[in-house]
Every structure is written in structure tokens, then in C-alpha cells.
């Protein structure tokens, strides 16, 4: 637990605030993202990471990035600097990312008694089993390995792109897996209702994430993004067939059609495969890269969708307002923000207008009531 601690604290791009280190660990301010700040809370509950840093120096650093999906961080121990110390002692490297890209890389791993082990198909198995298991309850999973490099790093200047090569190719085999850490981010409350509004509006809501797999549907599960239970849920291989869809979703005449799958497995896809695709009604895009992101935007607005950010959802939620007139029919209230194109429904009437108004406004721009007409939904 020390060493997986050491190298979560060092390799991170998370610090403490100044002002906050006198107080206890939970009332703590943490500035950097939410992976590191939480990966940086376990740290210090094992041991004090000023003390860690005092012990050792930070040499390079390559930043997360969204392509690589890992962190590196090249560390030596402070006493390696003196001239007394033996020159065979080397600097570390430290790596924390996705598992899914790490674990092939690894051959060996830190035992409980602190020594390095050969790492056999049998134990992957088991850490994929534990990696799978986390990721299904929604947790993000992070694995942490490192690494002693070898000496003739020692004649390369840190500063230089062939440093930062040399950095990448070493760490792309014969790294010691010393853990995974599981990190619980619970959406905010206030989503499902977002959801279940928006949707309400005859919007689709899609989800865009860069996590793992198992990790993304349960998130979209809880979220109430998928609706679908897990044996109802389709994959990419459910995009060859030549079954139907209903332009309308969510009508109360079928039940939706949902679809998980990953960003390499958009690479494959032909056209038809994304015209099947882009008419499910509930899909998770996950580990996407910004390319493939970019992509997906793209392959929906060809074919007519209207496409907008979170931001933008969320704002039209707060914007929407359901009452009910004398016949007993939805009425909805919109803002309409400028630049963007939003659905609204009256009644049976489906459509979609093109206005600017005040941000934040929830003025009524304009309403429709056209009884016996349904208009197609878009993803919008």
C-alpha cells in the first residue's frame, strides 16, 4: 500500500491548496481535475505527500491526455543527486491510466511482501475479473505502474523531444503493475431530471465519454440515459442486421432501442452501419477519442440531426416548464438561447424553431397545437 500510495501521490497533477493543509483531509481544497484529486486524497490518507515530496525529485513529466489515456511522471529519490550516492541507482518511472492500455504492458507485479513477481495469464485474468467488477458499479479504474529505467537515460537532456520519446517507448513494455485504484464520481443529483425532462421533449439524449465501457453504461444507467436492462442492451455487432426502426421514440408504442460500444469499434463502420446507429434511441459512445468525438457529431449531423453540448441541455431543462391547460394537455414553456436550435412539443405537435431570446429567459416564443399530426424527433 506505501509504494501504490508513493506513486499516486507523485504522479498526479493535483495539489493541495495552501490555505486549506491545516485542515483535516475531507474539508481540504484540491486543485486539478476530478481523477487526480481523488487519486490525491488516497494518497495522503496513506501517508503525507509533502513528505514524499521531500523525499523525491521530480525530473519530466508528460500531462493525460485524452489519446494516450495515461499520465507519466519520471521521479528520483532526492538522496540519488549526491555524489556519494552509487551513479547505478536510476530514475523512476511512474505511470497511472487506463487498464485497459497499461495491463498488456505490464509483466510483472508488486506482491504483497513487496517484491517484484512474473505476472502469468492467470493473474490478468483475475485483475480483469476486478477491474470489470468495479467498472460495472460505476467506478472509474485507474492502474498505477512503474518502472526503474535504464542508465543511458541519464546522458539524455530531460528538456528535448527524443527524451520524451525515449520516455514512450520504455513505457510500452516490462512495467510492474503495483495496483488499481477505484474512484466513485456519482453524477450530480439534479441529472436524471435533466434527463427525464429533455426526453420529455421528445430530445434524445446520447452520452460522449472517454471512460471504459462497463464504467460508461453504468453511469448512463444510473443517470437514466439507458433504460434498457443489460441483456436488452445491443453492441456493435447488432448494427449488421437489417431490423427496422421506428422514427419516434419514447410514444408509448415500443420500447426504445439502446446501444453501448467503443470508440475503436467506430472506425469499422460503414454507412448503413451508421444509419442504423444513429437511429437508436438510447447509445453510449465510449473511450472516444477528441477525433472520434468530432466524428460522431459529424455522422449525425449528415444525416439532419441537430447536435448540442451538456451546456446546452442543461439550460434548456431549466428553461422548460410544464403546465397543464383546461383539456387536460402538456403544455411546454421554452427559452430558446441564441445561435441554437431547440425541440419543444405542444400537445401531439412535434416541432423545432430557429429564435433568440434573452439567456436564460423562460419567455414563451411561440406555441403550437396540432392535433392527429406527429412530427419525427431528432437527436438534437
Same mark, same amino acid.
Given at each position: ?61 508528460? !500531462?493525460?491526455?485524452? #489519446?494516450?489515456?495515461?499520465? &507519466? ?13 552509487? !551513479? ?14 497499461? @495491463? ?31 467498472? %460495472?458499479?460505476? #467506478? ?31 513505457? =510500452? ?17 439534479? &441529472? ?20 471504459? #465501457?462497463? =464504467? !460508461?453504461?453504468? &453511469? ?20 449488421? =442486421? ?79 416548464? @410544464?403546465? =397543464? ?12 438561447? #441564441? ?16 429564435? %433568440? ?7 414563451? &416564443? ?15
Amino acid at each position: 500500500m506505501g509504494k501504490l500510495a508513493l506513486l499516486a501521490g507523485l504522479c498526479n497533477e493535483a495539489d493541495f491548496d495552501p490555505t486549506t493543509t491545516h485542515l483535516p483531509l475531507s474539508g481540504r481544497k484540491i486543485n486539478g481535475n476530478a481523477t487526480d484529486q481523488a487519486v490525491l486524497r488516497f494518497a495522503e490518507s496513506v501517508s503525507p505527500i509533502v513528505g514524499m515530496k521531500q523525499r523525491w525529485r521530480t525530473n519530466f513529466r508528460l !500531462a493525460f491526455n485524452s #489519446k494516450n489515456k495515461f499520465m &507519466i511522471n519520471i521521479a528520483s529519490p532526492v538522496w540519488a543527486a549526491d555524489a556519494k550516492t552509487p !551513479a547505478s541507482e536510476q530514475p523512476t518511472l511512474m505511470i497511472k491510466g487506463a487498464p485497459d492500455i497499461l @495491463l498488456p504492458r505490464c509483466t510483472t507485479y508488486l506482491s504483497q511482501e513487496g517484491h517484484p513477481v512474473d505476472l502469468y495469464e492467470s493473474d490478468r485474468k483475475a485483475i480483469e475479473a476486478v477491474k470489470d467488477d468495479w467498472s %460495472s458499479q460505476g #467506478k472509474r479504474v485507474i492502474l498505477i505502474a512503474c518502472k526503474i529505467l535504464p542508465e543511458r537515460f541519464s546522458a539524455l537532456d530531460t528538456a528535448t523531444r527524443a527524451y520524451e520519446q525515449a520516455v514512450l517507448d520504455e513505457a =510500452t513494455q516490462e512495467l510492474e503493475l503495483v495496483g488499481l485504484v477505484g474512484i466513485v464520481d456519482p453524477p450530480r443529483e439534479e &441529472i436524471p431530471g435533466v434527463v427525464s425532462t429533455l426526453r420529455g421533449a421528445g430530445i434524445k439524449i446520447h452520452m460522449v465519454t472517454g471512460d471504459f #465501457k462497463l =464504467t !460508461a453504461q453504468a &453511469i448512463a444507467s444510473t443517470c437514466g440515459i439507458i433504460t434498457n436492462p443489460k441483456d436488452l442492451i445491443d453492441d456493435v455487432s447488432a448494427l449488421s =442486421t437489417d431490423e427496422k426502426f421506428s422514427e419516434t421514440a419514447y410514444n408509448g408504442m415500443r420500447v426504445p432501442r439502446s446501444i453501448v460500444l467503443s470508440g475503436p469499434e467506430l472506425t469499422s463502420l460503414d454507412d448503413d452501419q451508421w444509419n442504423s446507429l444513429c437511429r437508436y434511441d438510447e447509445i453510449v459512445f465510449a473511450r472516444t477519442t477528441p477525433e472520434q468525438k468530432l466524428r460522431i457529431v459529424k455522422e449525425f449531423q449528415a444525416r439532419s440531426a441537430i447536435v448540442g453540448s451538456k451546456y446546452q441541455a442543461s439550460l434548456l431543462a431549466k428553461c422548460v416548464q @410544464l403546465t =397543464t391547460d383546461s383539456d387536460g394537455r402538456r403544455r411546454q414553456r421554452c427559452a430558446f438561447v #441564441k445561435g441554437c436550435r431547440y425541440w419543444y412539443r405542444y400537445g401531439l405537435g412535434i416541432r423545432h424553431c430557429y429564435r %433568440s431570446c434573452r439567456y436564460g429567459s423562460s419567455r414563451l &416564443i411561440r406555441r403550437y397545437s396540432r392535433s392527429g399530426q406527429v412530427w419525427s424527433s431528432r437527436i438534437w
